[in-house]
């Protein structure tokens, strides 16, 4: 819950300005961390010996916690921007949110000390570790963004019709109907599509075959999983014929993505499931605008919603300037950053491990 002050003449424009641009925030989160979750998921079942897994755990170590920076900006913004939607949101939906945070760490620490010991058991330890944080987040928010399509129930609370509570709060086993884990299943075929495209088109040899092959295969899941799924959002949550262009374009997309892969068409295999993602996450997007995810306790439109969850008009100018100026500074630096690593590895660029040194006699 919390307290907000609304006012009477709120500024609409700035208010749909930056609803977009926590979308595009969240879109880049999902197109690139979405690849080194479906790597993350994959290093314990595609790699065959420790330096296939090196090749995995390298195509996405120079990028995947600048990806996850997506993350964190979207949270910022959206607690700068909508104080209310954020607080409601944390209030209500901590325990899966601990979830997610649970995946981060076990992922984020996986990366990080795999190599810091040669033995076989410790790296395939971090190798699992990697795979189910990366699976445990991509299911939560799936299921996630699942709910926000269906619309939270939320209320007012009866000594102060400022405070928004999501209902009943904690809000956690009510998520796992049917519509939200077809939402979180699909996300993992997806991701799991996306990134083995990524791996396709960032190896060589052995691995990149075997790469293509399990897109091939997953791809088909994912087209099926995603059909049902943007046929049941339309049906759910109509949002006219705008919806039913992006869930052709979304399915053209996962579509292109299987058929170039069997071309060997590895760049434009991987760009149209990225393609896909972006329309994916702009049909949900669209669904949560004005109510930002929610509804009314047993239906209707939701109190809490873009116009009165917003912070002050300055606030928002304010966070304005500092977009123009620094969104385009950041965006030049990953792009940079992918720029230089754009290169294909292999198991030959794996270095072999050095030999730990002779214990000294005493």
């Known amino acids: 819950m919390f307290a907000l002050e609304v006012t009477a003449n709120a500024p609409l424009v700035l208010q749909v300005v930056w609803f977009v641009l926590i979308a595009v925030l969240w879109i880049g989160y999902l197109v690139l961390e979405g690849f080194d979750y479906g790597v993350g998921m994959l290093i314990p079942f595609l790699a065959r010996n420790d330096k296939e897994k090196r090749v995995m755990v390298n ?10 920076v997506w993350l964190l900006t979207a949270g910022g913004a959206t607690f700068a921007a909508f104080p209310a939607w954020y607080a409601t949101l944390f209030s209500g939906l901590y325990l899966p949110l601990f979830l997610v945070l649970v995946g981060l ?5 996986a990366f990080e000390y795999r190599s810091k010991h ?5 790296r395939n330890a971090f190798d699992w570790m990697a795979a189910i944080g990366s699976f445990l987040v991509t299911l939560v928010f799936g299921v996630g963004f699942a709910n926000f399509i269906i619309g939270l129930p939320v209320a007012t609370a009866a000594n102060n019709p400022s405070l928004f509570v999501v209902t009943p709060s904690p809000y956690f086993f009510q998520l796992f109907n049917w519509f939200g884990l077809l939402g979180g299943v699909c996300l993992v075929a997806l991701f799991l599509f996306h ?22 295969k997953v791809g088909l899941v994912s087209i099926g999983l995603g059909a049902i799924f943007l046929v049941s959002q339309n049906l759910i949550h109509p949002t006219g014929v705008l919806g039913w262009v992006l869930l052709v374009l979304s399915a053209a997309g996962l579509a292109s993505a299987w058929w170039f892969n069997s071309k060997d068409r590895d760049g434009i295999a991987f760009a149209s499931t990225a393609a896909a993602v972006l ?19 047993g239906g209707g439109e939701s109190p809490l919603n873009a116009f ?6 300055m606030t928002l100018t304010l966070m304005t300037i500092a977009a123009v100026i620094f969104v385009p500074i950041v965006l030049a630096y990953q792009s940079w950053t992918y720029w230089v690593f754009r290169r294909r590895l292999g198991v030959e660029n794996m270095p072999d491990d050095q030999p730990a040194e002779p214990a000294l006699a005493g």
């Open 59 to 68: 195509t996405v170590g120079p990028v995947w916690d600048g990806n996850e």
């Open 105 to 109: 760490i076990i992922r984020g620490v």
């Open 118 to 122: 040669p033995e076989a058991k410790w």
């Open 195 to 216: 990134g083995s495209l990524f791996l396709a088109l960032k190896t060589k040899g052995e691995l990149h075959e075997r790469a293509k092959g399990f897109a091939a």
């Open 279 to 297: 329309f994916v996450a702009v049909g949900i997007f669209l669904t949560m605008w004005p109510g930002l995810g929610f509804a009314a306790v």
């Open 308 to 313: 009165n969850a917003s912070s002050s008009e």
